[in-house]
């Protein structure tokens, strides 16, 4: 198994930063792209940005331009800076791993962390 905790998440205003951590630790080996999801207030799930074990990434439209997804893989841990933030940015963010042992077929979560962005 493995586990993904988050951090970093809290209160912020319209216009300011906050910068999300997630580590993962267990079987690493079962892991190879992460992701970024949130969940706004009576939403669905969707995803925000990726980041493969090479550095490669992609972005949700709404986020290009503010948001960036890093890695460091010493540390087992992908981070999202979040930028220029906006009140509709507001959420629970969700960090995402593939398992590939399984053909990606199930995935690893991690408990979420909360995102407030006053107006």
């Known amino acids: 198994q493995v586990q993904l905790v988050e951090s970093g998440g809290g209160l912020v205003q319209a216009g300011g930063s906050l910068r999300l951590s997630c580590t993962a630790s267990?079987?690493?080996?079962?892991?190879?792209?992460m992701g970024w999801y949130r969940q706004p207030p009576g939403q669905q799930r969707e995803l925000v940005a990726a980041i493969t074990r090479t550095g490669s990434t992609n972005y949700a439209d709404s986020v290009k331009g503010r948001f960036i997804t890093s890695r460091d893989n010493a540390k087992n841990t992908v981070y999202l800076q979040m930028n220029s933030l906006k009140p509709e940015d507001t959420a629970v963010y969700y960090c995402?791993?593939?398992?590939?042992?399984?053909?990606?077929?199930?995935?690893?979560w991690g408990q979420g962390t909360q995102v407030t962005v006053s107006s």
């Open positions: 267990g079987s690493i080996f079962r892991i190879s792209t």
């Open positions: 995402n791993a593939p398992d590939y042992a399984t053909g990606g077929r199930n995935e690893f």
